[in-house]
């Protein structure tokens, strides 16, 4: 398949007095030279030489700007080292120095209704600037645990654990070890994240904890794959799943662990549409009809198309000049992977994106009682100027499937209506795409049988 490219990060400043010169409000940029801020691009990037003063990128939006204003508003509420606010619930376990992890909750410095602050499920017609300002509002308090520290929590991480099980935003205290430091980096697997600091204490109240996860959280005989599976089933969002998953409240009684929040959820994403796609999907009737669905959303164009046949999926991704991952790219570059009817032995190099779109492609097909081969094709224009993490990709093809599809009767037609909504010539995804390749043999083999008969 197409080279995965390479992600490299660069600590530019510790702190950003340039902010200054190209933030219009002198005193918005005073108070965020207060905070200790660190701003990472690629390296090599033209952020190190821009400052978001020349748009050197071609952006609309300089992504650190926008950044860089959520961290203004938030930073204004961060007064003391004590913080009192209600947590949607959200928490955070990093992934550096495993087996030994960071590890707590996201707090903003407010009360009231936050929910929408870690609800992925329901950002679709938000904007950029808003998702950013969700995420950058959630203060991360991070003490280090060993992941095995989940079977016997100390108190901090059991008051974590408890926040985690809630349905509801928690009141919570935290007290922590100095004022919080923000970090601005461009990463595609994670979504954009607050100031942090050392967690010292932690107070939590008024948890009222999901039913249906309290049940799995107390079944110490039930497997951790079982529990995600029953929870879904039950109509568990799959953001609530891979929060209480993370920090290690599901599993067997002395087997639990703690895991970094970027693997668990594409754990929860392949363990859901792996199963679907086993257990349901390959035992339903054949598509006979050819289905092309679509869906734009912060200038990314989503493209589904469904094949007759048995199940086999592919899943790429075209980044266009200017964009994070081909920040300098003369051309468009692609990563992508596919798996056919027993699906795939080792992990997708295009990472988490790859099991986001499966879970979506699969759940639909259970839904509709159906079993087709699935391309999705995504391209992201400069337009979407910064990554905000996997979810955009499952919630774009769930919304796409949701939509309705236009139907065809022989696969000219199909490919010819899935083109017409990219930019990008069918001579090239033809010659990117395994799946497309093989429908194009497989059609005039096809011909060719039927003329000889």
């Known amino acids: 398949m197409v080279k995965k490219f390479k992600k490299f990060v660069k600590v530019v400043k510790a702190k950003a007095p340039w902010l200054e010169h190209v933030i219009e409000n002198f005193e918005d940029a005073c108070d965020l030279n207060q905070v200790d801020l660190v701003v990472r691009a690629p390296s090599g990037s033209a952020c190190v030489y821009c400052k978001g003063s020349k748009m050197l990128c071609g952006k609309a939006q300089c992504p650190i700007l926008v950044r860089a204003y959520s961290i203004v508003k938030v930073s204004t509420l961060l007064t003391s080292q004590d913080l009192v606010g209600s947590s949607p619930p959200a928490v955070f376990v990093g992934r550096y120095g495993y087996p030994y992890v960071y590890a707590g909750p996201l707090v903003p410095p407010f009360t009231g209704d936050t929910s929408i602050l870690d609800t992925p499920e329901c950002w679709l017609g938000a904007s950029i600037q808003d998702i950013v300002d969700f995420r950058v509002?959630?203060?991360?308090?991070?003490?280090?645990?060993?992941?095995?520290?989940?079977?016997?929590?100390?108190?901090?991480?059991?008051?974590?654990?408890?926040?985690?099980?809630?349905?509801?935003?928690?009141?919570?205290?935290?007290?922590?070890?100095?004022?919080?430091?923000?970090?601005?980096?461009?990463?595609?697997?994670?979504?954009?994240?607050?100031p942090s600091a050392p967690i010292k204490e932690l107070r939590v109240s008024d948890v009222r904890a999901s039913k249906l996860i309290e049940k799995a959280v107390n079944d110490t005989d039930l497997k951790a794959r079982d529990a995600i599976l029953e929870l879904y089933a039950k109509g568990v969002p799959v953001s609530q799943i891979q929060r209480v998953f993370s920090v290690g409240l599901l599993g067997v009684k002395g087997m639990r662990k703690l895991v970094p929040t970027?693997?668990?959820?594409?754990?929860?994403?392949?363990?859901?549409?792996r199963t679907l796609r086993d257990e349901q999907?390959?035992?339903?009737?054949?598509?006979?009809?050819?289905?092309?669905?679509?869906?734009?959303?912060?200038?990314?164009?989503?493209?589904?198309?469904?094949?007759?046949?048995?199940?086999?999926?592919?899943?790429?991704?075209?980044?266009?000049?200017?964009?994070?991952?081909?920040?300098?790219?003369?051309?468009?570059?692609?990563?992508?992977?596919?798996?056919?009817?027993?699906?795939?032995?080792?992990?997708?190099?295009?990472?988490?994106?790859?099991?986001?779109?499966?879970?979506?492609?699969?759940?639909?097909?259970a839904r509709v009682g159906k079993q087709a081969s699935v391309l999705v094709l995504r391209e992201a224009h400069p337009g979407y100027i910064m990554p905000v993490g996997v979810w955009i990709v499952r919630e774009?093809?769930?919304?796409?499937?949701?939509?309705?599809?236009?139907?065809?009767?022989?696969?000219?037609?199909?490919?010819d209506a899935a083109f017409s909504k990219l930019s990008i010539s069918p001579r090239i995804w033809m010659q990117v795409s395994k799946l497309l390749s093989d429908q194009v043999k497989q059609e005039r083999l096809t011909k060719f049988v039927g003329k000889r008969a």
């Not at 970027?262 to 549409?273: N, Q």
């Not at 200038?299 to 094949?307: A, E, G, H, K, P």
């Open 281 to 365: 999907v390959k035992r339903m009737q054949e598509l006979d009809e050819y289905r092309v669905y679509h869906f734009n959303f912060m200038d990314n164009r989503f493209v589904v198309l469904m094949f007759p046949g048995k199940w086999s999926y592919e899943s790429i991704e075209a980044w266009f000049p200017g964009t994070t991952w081909n920040p300098e790219g003369g051309s468009v570059a692609f990563c992508g992977d596919w798996e056919g009817y027993w699906g795939r032995t080792t992990y997708a190099s295009m990472g988490g994106c790859y099991y986001a779109a499966r879970l979506a492609v699969a759940e639909h097909l």
């Open 137 to 194: 509002k959630l203060v991360r308090g991070k003490a280090k645990f060993h992941v095995r520290d989940a079977n016997d929590a100390p108190k901090l991480l059991s008051d974590v654990q408890l926040m985690a099980m809630g349905e509801r935003p928690v009141d919570s205290e935290m007290r922590l070890s100095k004022r919080p430091s923000a970090s601005i980096l461009l990463d595609d697997e994670v979504q954009p994240m607050g």
């Open 262 to 273: 970027r693997w668990s959820i594409t754990a929860v994403d392949s363990t859901i549409s």
């Open 396 to 415: 774009c093809v769930r919304r796409a499937l949701s939509q309705g599809y236009e139907r065809f009767d022989n696969l000219k037609e199909a490919l």
